[in-house]
């Protein structure tokens, strides 16, 4: 008995039978057979097309077993093989990579000049072989039926034309031609001819055929551009004339075939001669070219023909596609793997347990294949889209998400507010709506702020009141434009990113955030610093205790974001511990909200901080209050002598130290300094009332020094002669005077010659004032 094969060996198998199969495909009448295949299962994957075509070739839908029954109540017949197919089952893994600046792309540094990293989520391709089946495979409830061939029809043709038209890239013209020719594609013209006269079939055919080559045509100059900007890139090979010809021939026959026009069938007839001796490469990428070109042709015929029928009104009830028709057989053809359904943004695979039709939609409750309902669940509209995630109670958790949304909906004469400041903050959303641009992705500016954005290197446009812009290649651009600019919102956020880490950025968020006059909170969190261990993550009880206080300047501002719903601030408080631990916002910096951090609540323009403690928020009135200065911080370390004692010299002013809690006590003898303390302490500063101090600083000032000493005082020398001819003196003034000629005078300095200094070879700074 032969071994069971493992998941790798089986995905080998399956890929090594896709190369014989390509191998194959052009040696026979298997190449119209894998076209046909092919456009009804366009947005697969080569691979995928290829299975199908070589398993079953005349399949039309296909999904899974548990597909089939649980979401259509389709059962596969007994003795049915399984059509082998390849699905995709990437996972998720967090690695190290370096931090790079959003604008150079550079890896960023920190302090130390090393290289900083981040944690990132990445995502790991995986495949493995999984089974579908046909809706032939099945029986069960009858599925709508595929639309009618398009022949016949007039209306219908006209119609069809203006979708294909509308779908080229370039106009497309009925003219007269030669008979030998159906059409053409103009290169240097850019349109197409189509000649009249043809059948509806033919014309369709032709029609087709000629916007394929538009399309192939446009590709290949576009990568010939991205090889002569690339110099290291191999030069791009041209395809010839044969191969074009049959990609584009290859595209009409597999178009033509899912809207079932019978075109030619000798017209693939060489397809045997031009695939011999070609490598796999290289029949592998024609393949996927017409893969590729039929599945873009046929969703935009799709959606174009929705438009035109919509536009004239026309009634083709019975013409409509099953794509249209059957949003579950769309999503069956648009899931690979069957009943393996993936929702963007979740992990994993979801199989549809419910259904529910709301104000003429159809929407779909989805639990997950591997956890169950041990899981949350999440709801898709009819394309698959999310709706709504972490669903507990079934359809009720979409009334009320619809009911919620409806009363948000209801304030929409409420300004659109921004969790980043607006680069130029006089001109706003509405002020740009109103002129007429309303392209959400430029943001509005002035021309002075544009002038200053363009100096620094970004990129602004000029805006136009017919909502179209321009960019501004130099400077004339912006001084000639008499409207509003804007600059992309990409580029400003980028920008925001990289200023983020500057001090002054948490001091303009904070700023801003104080200034809005909408609702909002913010966030703070201590500085990082061993200074603070003290304080982290300490409740507020264990704080006093030592002494210290909750102070602003300990703190950065990390976040803030507006709130539009009405609760209590205890239920905001509550509401943001739990969002800010379990569900924080995707640009939110900080760490999870924790002890010893601050919630700032602006609401009705007055602001209130509460401190995360232990076990409850309290909250702080003067958290925002400036810190008091400390006169122990500001000491010069000079000590000035008085007769009640000796005070350090410290640099505040009378004003700061009775705001500090310190009051008058006494003066030096000369005046020339105030003794101020606070029943404990005390503190010398300077008397800048002192009038001694005043005349000495009109009458000698010395290239801005004071030298202290007050000409009208008795001098030592004095004092001696006082004293020898029996006039009593004071001892205070003897010891004034003997300090005061410690330092010299005004005149002693002047009489001094002067020194001569070396010139200074360094060039003044910027602004400097040049001596005449």
């Given at each position: 008995?032969?071994e069971?094969q493992?998941?790798?060996?089986?995905l080998?198998e399956i890929?090594?039978?896709?190369?014989?199969g390509?191998?194959?495909l052009f040696?026979?009448?298997?190449?119209k057979?894998y076209?046909q295949?092919?456009?009804?299962?366009h947005?697969?994957?080569?691979?995928?097309?290829?299975?199908?075509?070589?398993?079953?070739?005349?399949?039309?839908?296909v999904a899974?077993?548990?597909?089939?029954?649980?979401g259509?109540?389709?059962?596969?017949?007994?003795g049915e093989?399984?059509i082998?197919?390849?699905?995709?089952?990437p996972?998720?893994?967090?690695?190290?990579?370096e931090k790079l600046?959003?604008?150079?792309?550079?890896?960023?540094?920190?302090?130390n000049?090393?290289?900083?990293?981040?944690?990132?989520?990445v995502?790991?391709?995986m495949f493995?072989?999984?089974?579908v089946?046909?809706?032939?495979q099945t029986?069960?409830?009858p599925?709508?039926t595929?639309a009618s061939?398009?022949?016949?029809n007039?209306?219908?043709?006209d119609?069809?034309?203006?979708?294909?038209k509308?779908?080229?890239?370039?106009?497309?013209e009925i003219?007269p031609?030669p008979?030998?020719?159906?059409g053409?594609?103009?290169?240097?013209?850019?349109?197409?001819?189509i000649?009249?006269?043809?059948?509806?079939v033919q014309?369709i055919?032709?029609a087709i055929?000629e916007?394929?080559?538009?399309?192939?045509?446009?590709r290949?100059?576009?990568?010939?551009?991205q090889?002569?900007q690339?110099?290291t890139?191999?030069?791009?090979?041209p395809?010839?004339?044969n191969?074009e010809?049959?990609e584009?021939?290859?595209?009409?026959f597999?178009?033509c075939?899912?809207?079932g026009?019978?075109?030619?069938?000798?017209?693939?007839g060489?397809?045997?001669?031009?695939?011999?001796g070609?490598?796999?490469?290289?029949?592998?990428?024609?393949?996927?070219?017409?893969n590729?070109?039929?599945?873009?042709?046929?969703?935009?015929?799709?959606?174009?023909?929705?438009?035109?029928?919509?536009?004239?009104?026309?009634?083709?009830?019975?013409?409509?596609s099953?794509?249209?028709?059957?949003?579950?057989?769309n999503?069956?053809?648009?899931?690979e793997?069957?009943?393996?359904?993936?929702?963007?943004?979740?992990?994993g695979?979801?199989?549809?347990?419910?259904?529910?039709?709301?104000d003429?939609?159809?929407?779909?409750?989805?639990?997950?294949?591997?956890h169950?309902?041990?899981?949350?669940?999440?709801?898709?509209d009819?394309?698959?889209?999310?709706?709504?995630?972490?669903?507990?109670?079934?359809?009720d958790?979409l009334k009320?998400?619809?009911?919620?949304?409806?009363?948000?909906?209801q304030?929409?004469?409420?300004p659109?507010q921004?969790?980043y400041p607006m680069?130029?903050?006089?001109?706003?959303?509405?002020?740009?709506?109103?002129y007429?641009?309303t392209?959400?992705?430029?943001?509005?500016l002035?021309?002075?702020?544009?002038?200053?954005?363009?100096?620094q290197?970004?990129?602004?446009?000029?805006?136009?009141?017919?909502?179209?812009?321009?960019m501004?290649?130099?400077?004339?651009d912006?001084?000639?434009?008499d409207?509003?600019?804007g600059?992309?919102?990409?580029d400003?956020?980028?920008?925001?990113?990289?200023e983020?880490d500057?001090k002054?950025?948490?001091?303009?968020?904070?700023?801003?955030?104080?200034e809005?006059?909408?609702?909002?909170?913010?966030?703070?969190?201590?500085?990082?610093?061993?200074e603070?261990?003290?304080y982290?993550f300490?409740?507020?009880?264990?704080i006093?205790?030592?002494g210290?206080?909750?102070?602003?300047?300990n703190?950065?501002?990390?976040?803030s974001?507006p709130?539009?719903?009405?609760?209590?601030?205890?239920?905001?408080?509550?509401?943001l511990?739990d969002?800010?631990n379990?569900?924080?916002?995707a640009?939110f910096?900080?760490?999870?909200?924790?002890?010893?951090?601050?919630?700032?609540?602006?609401?009705?323009?007055v602001?209130?901080?509460?401190?995360?403690?232990s076990?409850?928020?309290?909250?702080?009135?003067?958290?925002?209050?400036?810190t008091?200065?400390?006169?122990?911080s500001?000491?010069?370390?000079?000590?000035i002598?008085?007769?009640?004692?000796?005070?350090s010299?410290?640099?505040?002013?009378?004003e700061q130290?009775?705001?500090?809690?310190y009051?008058?006590?006494?003066?030096s003898?000369?005046?020339?300094?105030?003794?101020?303390?606070?029943g404990?302490?005390?503190f010398?500063?300077?008397?800048?009332d002192?009038?001694?101090?005043?005349a000495?600083?009109s009458?000698?000032?010395?290239?801005?020094?004071?030298?202290?000493i007050?000409?009208?005082?008795p001098?030592?020398?004095?004092?001696e002669?006082?004293?020898?001819?029996?006039t009593?003196?004071s001892?205070?003034?003897?010891l004034?005077?003997?300090?005061r000629e410690?330092?010299?005078?005004v005149?002693e300095?002047?009489a001094?010659?002067?020194?001569?200094?070396?010139k200074?070879?360094k060039?003044?700074?910027?602004?400097a004032?040049?001596e005449?």
């Amino acid at each position: 008995m032969a071994e069971k094969q493992n998941p790798k060996e089986r995905l080998k198998e399956i890929t090594d039978s896709i190369e014989i199969g390509i191998k194959e495909l052009f040696e026979s009448d298997k190449y119209k057979s894998y076209l046909q295949t092919m456009s009804r299962f366009h947005k697969y994957s080569l691979n995928n097309t290829l299975l199908i075509s070589m398993q079953k070739p005349d399949a039309t839908l296909v999904a899974g077993f548990n597909k089939w029954r649980d979401g259509f109540s389709r059962f596969v017949k007994k003795g049915e093989k399984g059509i082998k197919i390849i699905a995709p089952t990437p996972y998720k893994i967090k690695e190290e990579r370096e931090k790079l600046d959003p604008l150079t792309k550079a890896p960023l540094l920190d302090v130390n000049g090393k290289v900083q990293t981040e944690e990132v989520e990445v995502q790991i391709p995986m495949f493995r072989v999984v089974s579908v089946f046909d809706v032939s495979q099945t029986e069960g409830e009858p599925l709508p039926t595929l639309a009618s061939d398009l022949t016949g029809n007039v209306k219908q043709f006209d119609v069809f034309m203006e979708a294909i038209k509308r779908t080229a890239p370039v106009p497309i013209e009925i003219m007269p031609l030669p008979k030998d020719t159906d059409g053409y594609y103009h290169t240097e013209e850019k349109r197409i001819a189509i000649r009249e006269g043809m059948s509806e079939v033919q014309t369709i055919s032709a029609a087709i055929h000629e916007v394929a080559h538009s399309l192939l045509h446009n590709r290949e100059m576009e990568k010939e551009l991205q090889a002569q900007q690339d110099e290291t890139a191999n030069p791009n090979k041209p395809k010839n004339r044969n191969t074009e010809e049959v990609e584009a021939e290859s595209i009409s026959f597999a178009v033509c075939s899912y809207y079932g026009i019978q075109t030619a069938e000798n017209s693939l007839g060489y397809i045997a001669s031009w695939s011999k001796g070609k490598e796999l490469a290289e029949l592998r990428a024609s393949l996927e070219t017409i893969n590729k070109t039929s599945s873009e042709l046929i969703t935009g015929i799709d959606t174009h023909f929705a438009e035109i029928i919509k536009e004239r009104g026309i009634d083709l009830t019975a013409e409509i596609s099953v794509l249209e028709q059957a949003p579950d057989l769309n999503k069956v053809q648009i899931t690979e793997d069957g009943y393996n359904i993936e929702v963007d943004g979740h992990i994993g695979t979801w199989y549809v347990i419910d259904t529910e039709v709301v104000d003429s939609t159809k929407y779909y409750l989805l639990e997950h294949e591997e956890h169950g309902d041990g899981a949350a669940c999440i709801i898709v509209d009819g394309d698959g889209k999310l709706v709504l995630d972490d669903v507990w109670n079934g359809f009720d958790d979409l009334k009320e998400h619809f009911e919620s949304r409806a009363a948000e909906e209801q304030r929409i004469d409420e300004p659109v507010q921004h969790d980043y400041p607006m680069p130029d903050p006089t001109v706003s959303i509405d002020d740009r709506n109103a002129y007429g641009y309303t392209d959400h992705e430029l943001l509005p500016l002035s021309k002075e702020r544009a002038a200053e954005l363009w100096e620094q290197d970004l990129t602004v446009y000029l805006l136009y009141e017919d909502n179209t812009e321009a960019m501004a290649f130099d400077r004339e651009d912006i001084d000639n434009h008499d409207g509003l600019f804007g600059i992309e919102k990409t580029d400003w956020l980028d920008l925001q990113e990289h200023e983020g880490d500057s001090k002054s950025s948490p001091d303009m968020s904070e700023q801003l955030f104080l200034e809005r006059t909408d609702n909002a909170f913010a966030i703070y969190q201590l500085k990082d610093g061993a200074e603070l261990r003290d304080y982290r993550f300490e409740g507020l009880d264990w704080i006093n205790s030592k002494g210290l206080t909750v102070e602003h300047d300990n703190y950065n501002f990390v976040y803030s974001e507006p709130f539009t719903n009405y609760v209590t601030q205890r239920d905001r408080l509550e509401e943001l511990w739990d969002r800010f631990n379990n569900d924080h916002p995707a640009d939110f910096k900080g760490h999870s909200l924790s002890v010893s951090d601050i919630v700032a609540i602006k609401q009705d323009s007055v602001v209130t901080y509460h401190y995360c403690d232990s076990f409850d928020f309290v909250e702080l009135p003067k958290f925002a209050e400036p810190t008091p200065l400390v006169p122990d911080s500001y000491v010069t370390g000079e000590k000035i002598d008085t007769p009640r004692g000796r005070f350090s010299l410290t640099t505040m002013t009378k004003e700061q130290m009775e705001q500090a809690g310190y009051g008058y006590h006494h003066s030096s003898d000369n005046g020339a300094y105030l003794i101020m303390g606070n029943g404990t302490r005390a503190f010398a500063i300077v008397n800048e009332d002192n009038p001694l101090r005043t005349a000495e600083l009109s009458t000698e000032q010395n290239y801005n020094q004071i030298d202290g000493i007050i000409n009208n005082e008795p001098t030592v020398a004095e004092l001696e002669e006082q004293s020898k001819s029996g006039t009593p003196i004071s001892l205070m003034d003897l010891l004034a005077a003997t300090r005061r000629e410690e330092k010299q005078s005004v005149m002693e300095q002047l009489a001094k010659p002067p020194q001569t200094q070396e010139k200074s070879k360094k060039a003044p700074l910027k602004g400097a004032e040049m001596e005449l």
